[in-house]
């Protein structure tokens, strides 16, 4: 604690500085990250555990899915192997999509070409589909037990949509072009054609990006969800051919009539897709769907192929090398349909069980604290505030692990059907993907078993999340470690770190997305209207604070309608856990306080608080978050819950009008 703090700060003046400034003096940013932090300590630890179970040699006593995600790993690190093979993968894969046309030139005929046909293709290989328009199965949010086909904007290719707004000059958008550009002549383009007809792909995504809506104005679900047929969906645009794209999309698992309900989000911009994709050339279609397929090869690919992807990521991010081989296998392992498997290792091999009944005891007392605000809120309707209540306790918690992954038997249910064998890792990637979209896909007629294990198997991540429509709060084994948790350590030291991350997960039920679902975690609209003003009241509060604070590094504000959901939840998040230290004290008498340092066991939970998000970015990383962020900078995640504190002024003496105790604050819950 004392490494990472200033001591000589004001903590009323500025606690980011007295909980963290020797961290954020002598910390530099590694060559190969965007930023420091010391979630990145937990991070490198487990990737160390997670490396070890994945080079050990593959033996007849592994079971299958150990089998699978040591193989994939092998596969990834063959550098000789992906390099011998060169661009060859992708140029075969190119082939069955019936060639790029930037790279074909004249031997690309558009009489033979249809943008659907490309798509099915582009399922059939194993690669995402969802590039004019986003098509999936997934919960019906108003009965969400059920499962529904839904439709929505696509994904683009760059991070945020607010990139492809600005000039064609901007720096952002020509390290985007200068990419594809790279690539196609890589791949045997000619430089004068790539830049012509690559620009002409860019200027459609651009229109594309132009009808989407802002991120901070897809908040709103009740508003976006609109259930309608196909054969309505069909009117609604009609110039795409829905009957027949969703049933080839749906086989061999699913065939579907005009009658068949469709959640649609994004109403608006499927009829403007539609007079797009009708005006714009069969070339300039063809060459924007297959730059997504060779974008999503590349990491698969030869160190050309990377060096491009380097380059552009140092334009777009600040990054300024590659992280290491090895690094990289583990995180494709880790962060792919794979987690499960390697879950279940490393919880056998190295999670302490302990852990999990400690967490477990934390997650008790800070759900009673927040309770005990559900109770005492003075601006919530008697009826809201018993429906609440009522969510509150139906909230599911998933701590470490669900013990089903220790049976082999589940995980090898659950990876059936997925076979890789020693070869090219584009191949094993597209394979992964193809066993992802099917597993989603023939499950639109099942029902949705809301405390399914698999929902909760992803063991081995620092990460913890709430899941709306299970109602659901998920803290995986990886996260629960380091300076966030230790079961030997003072509690304070643990309601101030893993604490604050539990009462944020939980008042994210009650952020301004997550009060849209009940109890059930169906979309419904539980509030009585005048609460709901009230709501809406203190919510802008939190919009106009944040929308305030400035980065700067880049001279630029926070987008406080963007960020309002985890701004919600920090500021909730860290009430909760001050008031379940409290009680937890009660229960078990005042802790011993740390020798060497002058402060009282309230004043070590507030900076354990801050020490969670000390950290550092690059300035052009910055500028992503604050563009295409949920999340605030490190900085304004302690100042900004901090200052909307009267227990932290209150424990830290600050004068009203310091600039960490405002006469003015701001508080949702």
Not at 213 to 240: F, S, V, W
Request: aromatic share 12%; net charge negative.
């Amino acid at each position: 604690m004392m490494e990472l703090m200033d001591e000589s700060a004001d903590p009323c003046v500025d606690f980011e500085r007295f909980a963290c400034g020797s961290y954020l003096d002598k910390t530099i940013i590694p060559d190969d990250r965007t930023s420091a932090d010391l979630w990145y300590v937990i991070e490198d630890d487990l990737k160390q555990k997670i490396r070890k179970i994945l080079g050990e040699n593959i033996t007849d006593d592994d079971t299958e899915a150990t089998k699978i995600m040591k193989t994939y790993y092998n596969t990834c690190m063959n550098i000789d192997r992906i390099e011998e093979r060169g661009l060859v993968p992708l140029h075969e894969v190119l082939a069955q999509l019936g060639g790029w046309p930037v790279v074909e030139g004249d031997q690309w005929l558009p009489s033979n070409y249809h943008w659907t046909h490309n798509l099915y293709d582009n399922k059939k290989l194993g690669y995402s589909f969802n590039i004019l328009f986003g098509l999936s199965v997934f919960n019906d949010l108003k009965n969400s037990s059920w499962r529904i086909i839904s439709v929505d904007e696509p994904s683009l290719g760059i991070p945020a949509r607010e990139y492809l707004l600005k000039p064609f000059n901007d720096s952002n958008v020509q390290a985007y072009y200068k990419y594809q550009i790279g690539m196609a002549i890589l791949l045997g383009a000619d430089r004068k054609r790539a830049e012509r007809e690559l620009k002409e792909a860019i200027e459609f995504e651009t229109e594309i990006a132009k009808i989407t809506l802002p991120p901070a104005e897809r908040r709103n679900y009740t508003k976006m969800y609109n259930k309608i047929t196909l054969h309505d969906l069909q009117l609604h645009a009609p110039e795409i051919p829905w009957y027949e794209y969703i049933n080839t999309m749906l086989s061999p698992f699913v065939s579907i009539t005009t009658a068949e309900p469709i959640a649609v989000y994004a109403t608006d911009f499927l009829k403007k897709m539609g007079k797009l994709i009708s005006k714009t050339p069969k070339r300039t279609l063809a060459n924007y769907i297959i730059w997504h397929a060779v974008k999503s090869s590349v990491s698969s690919l030869n160190q050309a192929a990377l060096d491009l992807k380097l380059e552009y990521n140092k334009n777009l991010r600040g990054l300024k090398k590659e992280m290491p081989r090895w690094e990289k296998c583990v995180q494709r392992v880790t962060y792919s349909r794979l987690n499960i498997a390697i879950g279940a290792s490393y919880v056998n091999k190295y999670f302490k069980k302990d852990a999990k009944y400690a967490a477990d005891e934390m997650v008790m007392y800070i759900q009673e604290a927040f309770n005990d605000i559900l109770h005492n809120v003075e601006w919530m309707d008697e009826g809201t505030r018993q429906r609440a209540l009522n969510k509150s306790d139906s909230i599911y918690k998933s701590i470490a692990y669900p013990p089903e992954i220790l049976d082999e038997s589940n995980i090898r249910e659950y990876y059936d059907g997925l076979m890789f064998t020693k070869g090219d890792f584009l191949q094993q990637n597209r394979n992964l993907t193809k066993f992802v979209v099917h597993s989603i896909f023939k499950e639109l007629r099942d029902k949705v078993k809301k405390r399914d294990w698999k929902k909760y198997g992803m063991a081995a991540i620092v990460n913890a999340y709430y899941d709306p429509l299970s109602n659901a709060i998920i803290f995986p084994a990886g996260i629960l470690q380091g300076h966030l948790f230790d079961a030997e350590r003072p509690m304070y030291q643990n309601f101030g770190g893993i604490g604050l991350v539990i009462g944020h997960e939980i008042t994210h039920g009650f952020d301004d997305t997550g009060k849209q679902f009940d109890a059930n975690g169906d979309l419904f609209n539980w509030w009585e209207k005048d609460t709901e003003i009230k709501y809406l009241e203190k919510s802008n509060c939190i919009i106009a604070q944040y929308g305030n604070f400035t980065v700067p590094e880049v001279g630029l504000n926070l987008n406080g309608k963007l960020t309002l959901g985890e701004n919600i939840a920090d500021n909730g998040g860290i009430k909760e856990a001050y008031y379940g230290y409290k009680k937890w004290i009660k229960d078990h008498g005042a802790e011993h306080l740390l020798p060497g340092l002058p402060y009282t066991s309230s004043q070590l939970f507030w900076i354990s608080a801050g020490n969670v998000w000390c950290g550092k970015t690059r300035p052009e990383t910055l500028k992503e978050y604050l563009v295409a962020g949920r999340h605030s900078p490190y900085r304004f995640r302690i100042m900004g819950p901090m200052m909307n504190s009267e227990e932290f002024a209150r424990d830290f003496n600050c004068p009203v009008g310091s600039p960490m105790n405002p006469k003015d604050k701001c508080e949702v819950w």
